[in-house]
């Protein structure tokens, strides 16, 4: 099955939305569940060391990424912006 899109151009983001690193699944969560529910879209990497880091974006730009970062607080979500 091909899910190839038209018109569409694949472009590497370097930004994220760092909101946290877990070890406890059920803090994890809940910390995605309040993030979903308050309209975002996280997502969670392994780390090297079995850590969970919960980011939310993907983004060209700092500029970007830091934007959305003022939205996130404005909602009382901490985080930080990262290089991915």
Known sequence: MSH????TEVKK???ACLLGIYTDPSALEGRIMTITDLGFFPYVIKGSEGESRLYTGGYLT???AEEKQSELMLKGIQG???RR
Do not use: C, G, P
Not at 4 to 7: A, R, S, V, Y
């Open 13 to 15: 983001t370097f930004f």
């Open 80 to 82: 930080q912006v990262v």
């Open 62 to 64: 700092r500029a970007e």
């Open 4 to 7: 190839e899109l038209q018109d």
